[in-house]
């Protein structure tokens, strides 16, 4: 009964119209009503139109109380009674309007209209309201107006279709509707109907009761494709340049188990439809309401915009309800800032789209950049769809705005292995292949000769896990490496005076580094017009140290080319996995800190960068916010609200800076102090210390246990037992120049010790000094390194963690056969035991051994494991050992491409993963499993080609068992690590040394 009511009242409600707000009489403001009742006896500002009119006010002529105008003289239609009209500019109004005709005058038609004059356009006459009108009583005019172009001389006034009609008028009101762009809109389906949202195709749309909340939601079922669902038009709704939050709840249908669902716009420009994400489809787990929501900013004149929610498979049914769209206001920017581009030594570059021009993100740009890349722009997928179809609208219109804004503009890209259309390389023989390059390249630099100063001719062609270094695109495998050499060549025919350069990412990493040498090399030496080398650096807030950013520009700077920082943006995550609903400040704090290592590189390499390009100018924009998957992510300079951050001040003022606490472990170990290093100390990277001036160094701690020397032995075999409690630290100094200032300094928990290059504990080593040192155990460190003008500190918290466990693994002439049963070779290699549990408190454990031959890692684990199960989909929830290996013990935070994670199951199925897509290690395992009497073995041969195997060389090494029950894990153990987190990180695993 009640919902009936309810209903009742709902669809009663919609059908009656908003009536106007009471009149006011206050002066005119886009929020309130404005009315002229004439009651104080003057016109209100209304007055004659047309020679010989008169308007005046008068008893006879009110409809209500005492005053009202009266219009006599006309001799014209359009003579009247006018007023400068109260509208703005794109705010709708609907104007109302009492009127009669004096006595014995002839009935006409009265109408309200607007006169004005758009900027360089013809005057215009707008009809507002009309009714026809006679003197035997009031008639009630009434109409809404809205004008969108600039424009001037905007009058509202009363005309008549009888030259001399005499006419009164009373009680007109103005009220603004509001701007359409600025009014949320929301659907909740609680009236029962579907409020205006329809089919894109066939699917149909009902009301129901499966509700987020409130009584009902839209049930949307019959989808005849994956985009087929409910549609809104919001056509007017949303201004260009204008940003936009969307939400609405969607669940799934009954019986479907499983489904991704997201939300995007169709927009038409010039009749062409677009399609946008403005959230990706995301799973929604069954029987549950999921959120969509996002933002969007209009960026296009638009003849059709419509927001609609498809899978992105299938055509399961679902429900959704509590739609929302609303304007969001920005905020300003701040102007008071110093601007970028003044504070760098080179140019300041932005990538930017179409929408960055707008509103403020536009101001953003001009303010701070000097450069300009177009994030997508200029790409083959945007330039030539279709083979000789080229369109430039959006390429054109970047540029020229780049352009008026004097900014250097770098093309991005020629020839790249993604956004290109599969047409390019169908049916493709080499010959065809290069004749499609040369036109699309000679098309493009031609365009825009003069104007685009530097071309990124190759994007990404580099792959230091091929033997050759080179990426197995399809243009590499059509055509090798006259691909680049093609595309250089057009390039620089069509525009000798643009730059030509080659881009990459990772070109901070060593192998890359030395790939990518190796192949500029090549091509400079073969006379291929290539001027320079673009270093895209899409870091994350760990890795790699600035150090290694500053080692490739002094790397390239040897073959005499120009360089360039391309795509800058340091992600505050160190896996493809991890997400954060809200950031913790002290990551935008530590990435503060970072881009201030990191443009200290830059300006003290600045003869060698012409300049340093961001990959978007604000977090919102970047594609890190969907890319490797859908998460929060802040890798910029501005926030989301176009504020500084402060990674801002770490390029422009560090000293604005809070102070970084940073983190350290310091593992149990024994250490002997004598400014030899240690083999202890090798289980770890040292952390690093920024260079500053010409003064760096690296960082290390172990806690000092008390304790019988024997215990201090089996925790750490390699180092040299000691009972004393406290703390070892190591400083490796690099500084060159040998000083009396030279000196570090450690503070802990507020004593200091100072050791200068005479100290006790302290050697020489061939690019500085070396320290070591016992200090009193505490957990508040300061190191500071000084040479004779410059210092680098490092301020942290250190916390006492176990040792770091290790084991060697000797070596082989003739390897183990795989066959999972325990075969002599294995014989006097080390066995270690999976003892560490990051699940459950019983279950399987392994006896592990390794050994080395050639350029392959063995790996033996005997597992003990009665009963065994494959029944889960997901593989680490089957019976399996997972054995971890990063061939450079770099202890990353996150997989860099060789390190791997190397799963067996009981039944000898391989899975593997490492960094995003493990493309680097995928191949690189063989392994065979057999069972036993109560559990398996597993023998697995790891292939190391990144690295050359020898006595000592140390690898990050880890041994996982999971243990299912039926579908389930129900525990795991490890060999070192136990964070849980083995599979997204590297630097908690154990060690594995070689030996002969
Ligand atoms: C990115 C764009 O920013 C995204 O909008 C697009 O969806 C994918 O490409 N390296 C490059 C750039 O060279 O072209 C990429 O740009 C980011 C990685």
Known sequence: MRTLLALVAAAFSCLVPVLPAHATGLPSGLSSDL????????????????????????????????????????????????????????????????????????????????????????????????????????????????????????????????????YHLDDIVVTPLGDPTREPITSDFEDGTAQDWSPRAAAVLETGTTAHTGAHALTVTGRSASWDGPALNVLGRMG??????????????????????????????????????????????????????????????????????????????????????????????????????????????????????????????????????????????????????????????????????????????????????????????????????????????????????????????????????????????????????????????????????????????????????????????????????????????????????????????????????TELDVSIYTD?????????????????????????????????????????????????????????????????????????????????????????EAPAGVIKVDGKRDPEWDLLPDAPLARVGDVSAGFQARTATTGSPAHAATTSSLARPGTTSGLYVLAEVTDRTVNKDDRVTFTVDGRSRTLTRTSPGVRPTATGYRVEALLAGGTDVQLTVRDRTAETTWTGRITPAPAVKHTTAPHRPTPPVLDGAVDRTWTGAPEVRTATRIQGTTGATARVRALWSGPTLYVLAQVTDPTLSEQSANPWEQDSVEIFVDPGNGKTKGYTDDDGQYRVSFTGRITVGGTFDAAGVKDHIRAAAAPVPGGYVVEAAIDLPTITLGEGTLLGFDVQVNDATGAARTSAVTWNDATSRSYLDTSHWGVLRLTR
Do not use: C
């Not at 940003?243 to 420009?269: C, F, N, Q």
């Open 576 to 664: 493809f996995v991890s997400t954060y609903d809200t950031i913790p400040p002290e990551l935008l704090l530590q990435q503060g800190y970072r881009y201030k290592e990191l443009f200290d590189v830059f300006r003290r390499q600045a003869a060698r960068l012409g300049s340093v390009t961001v990959w978007g100018e604000s977090d919102d924009v970047s594609w890190l916010r969907s890319w490797p998957i859908t998460r929060l992510n802040a890798p910029l300079l501005f926030d989301d609200d176009l504020q500084a951050k402060p990674a801002y001040w770490g390029v422009v003022d560090p000293s604005k800076l809070d102070p970084l606490v940073r983190k350290l």
């Open 35 to 166: 009315s002229y009742d004439f009651e104080d006896g003057t016109t209100q500002g209304w007055g004659p139109r047309g020679d010989g009119v008169s308007v005046t006010v008068t008893p006879d002529a009110a409809r209500t109380g005492s005053g009202g105008l009266a219009v006599t003289g006309r001799t014209a239609t359009w003579h009247g009674a006018a007023i400068t009209a109260p509208f703005a500019r794109g705010v709708g109004y609907t104007v109302t309007a009492y009127a009669r005709l004096a006595a014995g005058q002839p009935a006409s038609t009265i109408a309200m209209t607007v006169q004005r004059t758009p900027t360089g356009g013809e005057t215009t006459y707008e009809r507002v309201a009309a009714a026809t009108v006679t003197d035997g009583g009031w008639v009630r005019l009434s109409g809404s107006y809205l004008f969108t172009a600039e424009s001037t001389g905007v009058q509202l006034y009363v005309e008549s279709s009888d030259a001399t009609s005499q």
């Open 240 to 565: 260009k340049g204008d940003k936009y939050a969307l939400s609405v709840w969607v669940r799934l249908g009954p019986d479907t188990a499983a489904g991704k669902l997201g939300l995007s716009i169709e927009r038409h420009t010039g009749g062409t439809p677009s399609y946008e994400r403005v959230v990706a489809p995301k799973d929604v787990p069954a029987g549950q309401w999921v959120q969509l929501s996002g933002a969007y900013t209009l960026a296009y004149d638009v003849d059709f915009l419509s927001v609609y929610i498809e899978s992105d498979t299938g055509t399961f049914p679902f429900h959704l309800d509590d739609f929302t769209l609303t304007y969001v206001e920005p905020e300003p920017i701040q102007t008071g800032l110093p601007s970028l581009k003044d504070e760098v030594p080179f140019t300041m570059g932005s990538a930017f789209t179409r929408p960055d021009t707008l509103g403020v993100h536009g101001q953003l740009l001009a303010k701070h950049f000097n450069g300009v890349t177009p994030g997508n722009e200029l790409k083959w997928d945007a330039t030539e769809p279709r083979e000789g179809e080229f369109t430039f609208t959006d390429g054109d219109y970047l540029v020229d705005w780049a352009t008026e804004h004097g900014m250097t503009i770098r093309g991005h890209t020629l020839a790249w292995h993604s956004q290109t259309p599969d047409w390019v390389f169908e049916n493709a023989t080499k010959d065809v292949l290069l004749q499609r390059l040369e036109r699309h390249v000679r098309t493009l630099v031609t365009r825009y000769k003069g104007r685009i100063a530097v071309w990124d001719v190759v994007n990404e062609v580099v792959d230091e896990n091929q033997p050759d270094g080179l990426r197995r695109s399809k243009w590499y495998e059509i055509a090798g490496l006259d691909f680049i050499r093609t595309a250089f060549r057009t390039a620089h025919e069509a525009d000798p005076a643009a730059k030509l350069f080659i881009n990459d990412y990772n070109t901070e990493l060593p192998r890359k580094r030395e790939a990518l040498y190796k192949l500029v090399k090549q091509l400079k030496d073969e006379g291929v017009p290539i001027d320079g080398v673009g270093h895209q650096l899409h870091l994350n807030i760990e890795h790699p140290p600035a150090a290694d950013v500053e080692a490739t520009i002094e790397r390239f700077a040897g073959l005499g080319l120009d360089q360039q920082v």
